[in-house]
């Protein structure tokens, strides 16, 4: 068996107050995050499909059945920057906030890789499935849960690229096959398991991960509206009126020679940052500045372009 630390960075456990931020933060994200809060809480209860079945249609629906079925997979798939390693690393929080319950984050580390020795890869990853279903066991007590875990695969595709590509190596093939198992295994429990994998590169990931997916959620970039209410919120107390919000969305957009705009990174951790450097200590933040810092701000390359 191999050791937790190996495999795992430092859990994380909800409710936790920076988790919370750090998720009410993600704005212009509001439809994916009230799915995917929807999907998390009937997958850890499903007694509530029960109870809304019976309400509404007077009987369990022979729906309830292939809901339940599907494994507890989500993908986050879509280019670098738009929230989805941020909104897996946080609605956990959330979660444990309307259930009531203690929720352990496990983010598996690119040591589940190995080394490449023929065996290795495959030990790593079931190893990691090992102590998860553990843990999550031991959240059942007297047949009630009191907890959950949540697993995150981040980048996903450095662990489960397809297995159609014809110069993959056997020993990743082998770590695909244990990772599929994984999941279906938690599914066949029925442990309090959420399983996500992140990745840059969807097209890249194994269909047979793909099909097990309960969601495959697809992160963009935000469009105008997105940028705007993002920059409404980031921007709070500069007095900015509607019109100068608007004007920022505009110019961090898409021009004729990009065919792409900003990141909701790009406007969080690089453009606001930005004007606070830039002003202190001497000044407040002017608009006229913080709208010549966004026209001259280069949004991040999209993930496969190559370089202009």
């Known amino acids: 068996m191999i ?15 920076i988790a919370a931020a750090r998720y009410d933060q993600l704005v212009g994200l509001d439809s994916v995050k009230g799915l995917l809060h929807k999907e998390a809480v009937l997958r850890l209860d499903p007694d509530r499909l029960t109870g809304w079945s019976l309400k509404h249609h007077g009987q369990e629906i022979a729906a309830l059945r292939f809901f339940r079925d599907r494994p507890p997979l989500f993908v986050f798939g879509g280019d670098v920057g738009t929230g989805k390693t941020q909104l897996a690393e946080t609605f956990g929080d959330r979660v444990a906030t309307e259930m009531a319950l203690k929720i352990a984050m496990r983010k598996l580390t690119l040591n589940a ?23 999550a066991r031991s959240r059942i007590r007297g047949g009630k849960r009191t907890g959950a875990v949540i697993l995150l695969v981040d980048e996903a595709d450095a662990l489960a690229q397809s297995r159609d590509l014809q110069q993959m190596h056997h020993e990743d093939r082998a770590g695909v096959n244990a990772l599929i198992r994984g999941v279906d295994h938690v599914a066949q429990e029925g442990l309090p398991v959420l399983v996500v994998a992140c990745t840059n590169r969807l097209e890249a990931l194994d269909p047979a991960l793909l099909r097990r997916a309960a969601q495959t959620f697809v992160f963009a970039r935000p469009d105008t509206d997105q940028r705007a209410a993002v920059l ?12 100068q919000i608007e004007q920022l969305a505009k110019v961090t957009g898409e021009t004729k020679g990009r065919t792409y ?9 690089r453009l606001v940052p930005l004007a606070v450097l830039d002003a202190f200590p001497d000044r407040g933040i002017a608009f006229e500045e913080l709208l010549a810092q966004a026209r001259e ?12």
């Open 3 to 17: 050791d937790g630390p190996e495999l795992f960075e430092p859990s994380r456990d909800f409710p936790d107050p």
């Open 297 to 308: 701000l280069v949004p991040t390359r999209p993930f496969n372009a190559s370089a202009s």
């Open 232 to 243: 409404t919120v980031a921007l709070d107390g500069l007095g900015l009126s509607k019109a």
């Open 113 to 135: 890789r190995g080394s490449g020795r023929v065996g290795e890869m495959t030990s790593l990853i079931s190893s990691a499935f090992t102590e998860v279903e553990r843990d």
């Open 261 to 269: 705009g900003t990141t909701y990174s790009d406007l969080t951790q």
